[in-house]
Each structure stands twice: as structure tokens, then as C-alpha cells.
């Protein structure tokens, strides 16, 4: 035997500025140039479709801005506006495009792939990046707040294959990201609130002060008030990071998945609504099954769960789909949410591992779901959204909840 052992130590920074592409902004340039071997670096530059369309003049501002630093950065290829939303990810020659002109702006591993868009964007092109010369740096700039407030913060990447979200990918930490609050006033509001579903994710396993911030801001959240979008995004932001750089176990070598709570039924709603749902809307209603479940268990104490779907529900997402009700007369049907149980399990490889909640802010694992109480809680679900809560977001909960679940 010759046993060998190393590590290999990542470090990126996470930066916030306003007008990246300014040319008054050196920031770009500074990050680029203080790490490039070369002078100028080479960078080609992928945009979300949806981010060019709504941004006026962003490729030429884009173009200037390399022309204005060209001692430091030069493009190499034509911008590539790659479309926006899980279609990038769902179709592989989105996935050629990108690699294709890697490939044309003959970037070497010393050079940059600059990413600029939502987190499936971001996500096709750090897959691309990541298999190119085995790995190009990628800077992230991500557009919207789920990018911002989560995606664009982790190491993971990837590409949907065979019908599966994310079956293709890699673990590659970024070389830097780049968050620009601007980019988020063209968003439709339900991108603008779907993301914040992320945030309420990583509050409800870790910090429940967080919890009570999103709760009380939630009304301003839902106007659009931008301050209070980029608090969130910043202590969500924060959290995602700590939990990666601290939790011991950055490229999930074990099967447990704190940042993974409520996607398993979320992946599998992805799947089933053939992406109507959003990442993070999907996320929300897996988020309000999994609080509901930990109720009916036993573990997560009434009021609590109250102000999980309230807090939901105020940010005017869903906590039920009817795909959520499909087929649970036969669990095998592959169309049953409950299949997302299997996945999962293959997923993690072989164990399955899946978050509860024991408060807000105390999450737990456990390794067995009882079908039984999550039909149950399916039914609770469907039972909440049809009161029509979550269509008078100002009414409180508790008034159309059922009462006495458990
Ligand atoms: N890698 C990870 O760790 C990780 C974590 C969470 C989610 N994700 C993935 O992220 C994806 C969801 O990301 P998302 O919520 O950003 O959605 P998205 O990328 O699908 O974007 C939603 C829509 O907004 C558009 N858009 C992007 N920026 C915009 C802007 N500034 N103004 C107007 N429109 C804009 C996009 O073109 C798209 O149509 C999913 O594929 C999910 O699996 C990855
Ligand atoms: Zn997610």
C-alpha cells in the first residue's frame, strides 16, 4: 500500500458594490488583476439572456469597461448571452455554447470566466468552467436574490441530466463573487421573493434571530424595499458562507445536508411542475412540508410552526402545489412527491439523511420519514392554501390555520 494524504486550502472573497460594470468601479479590475499571473488577463464574459434584455446597454457598458482597464483585462471572445432560467441547465447545448466559447477565447487556467446572472446561469457556466481545462476561475456576479443570497455564495455547480436537477456537476469554489444589489430592480416579484425563501432556509436551521428579522421586515420585503432586500441577502449570504467554510465538510462527503432543508420534496416539485415553480418557490412549499412534518411528529412545537408559514406566507409564496397531492395512493408512481425520498437517498448515496426542525433555529437529522404523517401533512398543507391565506398575506395565520394538528 502507499497511502498518500494532502490538502488543498480555498479561499474567495465576496464583495458588494453597486454598478460592477461602472467604469469608475476598479473592483472587477482589482480582482482580476491582483490574482492573474498575466498581464492583461484573458476573460470571456457570459451574461443571463434576461439580464442583457432588461439592462439597457449592458454589453457595451461591459465592453467598455475592459476597454477602460485594458492594461489589466482583455476579452478574448464575443460576449455570449446564454438564456436565462433552468432551461440553461435543462438543454446541453447551452452547455456547448458556453464551452465553445471558452474555447474560442482560447482561455488557459490562469484566465477568467466572468458569470453574470441568475443561479441557473450561474450554474451552467460554473459547470462549464469547472470541466474546461479540468478548471478556469470563475468570477461570479450574480443577478438575482436567490444568486445573491445563496447560490452564487457555495462551491457547488451543474447541469440538470436524465430528467434529474443537478445530476451533472462538480464541487469548484468560485475565484471570487461579486454582488451587485443594482441588478435586482428589473426582477419580476416573484424572483424578487422566491429567493428570499433561502434566507428563511438557513435562518430556520441556524440562527433564529434571523428568523424573527425576515418576519418583521417581511412587509417591506414584499414592497420591494431595497435596504431591507440587501440586509437579508448580506446575513443569508454570511450564514451559507460560514456553514461552508465551518461545517467541516464543504464538498459533502457525508450524507448530512443542513442547507439542503426542505429540497428534497423541492427537487422533486421542481421535477414534477416541469419548472412552473421556481427553485425557491419550490423551496418554500418543501420548507412549510418538512415544519409541518417536524409538527406532526412531535418535535416542532405549535407556535413555531405558526410562524413558518406565516413568515411564508407574508412573503406571498405558496406552501402547497396540487402535483404536492399526486399519485400518494401508489408511492411507487414515479410521480409521487414521495419519489423524492429515493432520489434523495441515491443522491446522498445510500442513507438517506433529511433536516427537521426541533424549534426555529434547531434543526435535526433523521434517516426514516413515516409516509403516513407526511400524506398528513400534505393534507394539512393543501388544507392552509386552499383557506386562501396565502392570498391576504396581512391576515395572520394562526386565524386560518387548523388548529390542534397534532
Ligand atoms: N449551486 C448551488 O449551490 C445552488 C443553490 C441554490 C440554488 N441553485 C440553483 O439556482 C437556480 C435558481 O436560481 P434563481 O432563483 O436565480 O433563478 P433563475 O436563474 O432560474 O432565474 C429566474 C429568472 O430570472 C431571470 N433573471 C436573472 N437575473 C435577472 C434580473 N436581474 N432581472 C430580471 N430577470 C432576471 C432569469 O433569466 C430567469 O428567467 C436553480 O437551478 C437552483 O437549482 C444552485
Ligand atoms: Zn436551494
Same mark, same amino acid.
Given at each position: 500500500v502507499i497511502d498518500q494524504s494532502f490538502r488543498v486550502g480555498f479561499h474567495y472573497p465576496v464583495h458588494f458594490t453597486r454598478?460592477?460594470? %461602472?467604469?469608475?468601479?476598479a473592483l472587477l479590475k482589482t480582482v482580476v488583476a491582483t490574482s +492573474?499571473?498575466?498581464?492583461p488577463a484573458d476573460l470571456v464574459v457570459v451574461v443571463d439572456d434576461a439580464v442583457v434584455r432588461l439592462h439597457d446597454g449592458l454589453v457595451d457598458r461591459i465592453e467598455g469597461y475592459v476597454a477602460e482597464y485594458r492594461d489589466d483585462l482583455r476579452l478574448t471572445a464575443r460576449i455570449l448571452a446564454v438564456q436565462g432560467g433552468e432551461e440553461v441547465k435543462n438543454d446541453q447545448r447551452h452547455l456547448d455554447a458556453i464551452h465553445r466559447t471558452i474555447h474560442d477565447g482560447a482561455l488557459c487556467r490562469h484566465s477568467y470566466v466572468i458569470a453574470v446572472g441568475g443561479g441557473a446561469v450561474l450554474d451552467a457556466v460554473g459547470y462549464a468552467a469547472a470541466t474546461a481545462h479540468r478548471g478556469i476561475r470563475l468570477v461570479r456576479v450574480p443577478t438575482t436574490v436567490l444568486a445573491q443570497d445563496?447560490?452564487?455564495? %457555495?462551491v457547488k455547480n451543474g447541469i440538470n441530466a436524465f430528467g434529474k436537477k443537478n445530476y451533472l456537476g462538480t464541487f469548484a469554489p468560485p475565484f471570487a463573487v461579486i454582488n451587485d444589489l443594482e441588478f435586482l430592480s428589473t426582477l419580476q416579484d416573484r424572483d424578487w421573493l422566491s429567493g428570499v425563501s433561502e434566507a428563511v432556509k438557513v435562518a430556520l436551521i441556524k440562527d433564529a434571530g434571523f428568523f424573527a428579522q425576515i418576519e418583521r421586515e417581511a412587509p417591506r420585503l414584499v414592497q420591494r424595499d431595497a435596504p431591507t432586500m440587501e440586509e437579508v441577502i448580506r446575513r443569508s449570504a454570511a450564514l451559507h458562507l460560514a456553514h461552508i467554510s465551518g461545517s467541516g465538510d464543504p464538498f459533502e462527503l457525508? +450524507?448530512?445536508?443542513?442547507?439542503?432543508?426542505?429540497?428534497w420534496a423541492a427537487h422533486k416539485l421542481e421535477e414534477l411542475t416541469r419548472h412552473r415553480l421556481r427553485h425557491g418557490e419550490a423551496v418554500a412549499i418543501g420548507m412549510a412540508l418538512d415544519s409541518t412534518y417536524s409538527h406532526l411528529l412531535g418535535e416542532l412545537p405549535e407556535p413555531d410552526w405558526t410562524r413558518i408559514v406565516g413568515v411564508i406566507q407574508a412573503l406571498r409564496l405558496s406552501v402547497f402545489a396540487p402535483e404536492l397531492a399526486e399519485h400518494l395512493d401508489d408511492r411507487a408512481h414515479p410521480r409521487c412527491v414521495l419519489q423524492g425520498l429515493e432520489a434523495f437517498r441515491e443522491h446522498l448515496g445510500g442513507q438517506l439523511s433529511v433536516m427537521l426542525l426541533r424549534s426555529i433555529g434547531r434543526a435535526f437529522d433523521v434517516h426514516e420519514i413515516d409516509p403516513g404523517v407526511m400524506m398528513r401533512s400534505i393534507d394539512v398543507l393543501e388544507r392552509l392554501e386552499a383557506s386562501g391565506a396565502a392570498r391576504r398575506p396581512e391576515r395572520a395565520v394562526a386565524a386560518s390555520a387548523p388548529r390542534g394538528l397534532s
Open positions: 454598478d460592477v460594470f %461602472g467604469r469608475a468601479n +492573474s499571473p498575466r498581464r445563496d447560490s452564487a455564495m %457555495g457525508t +450524507s448530512s445536508r443542513p442547507l439542503d432543508f426542505g429540497h
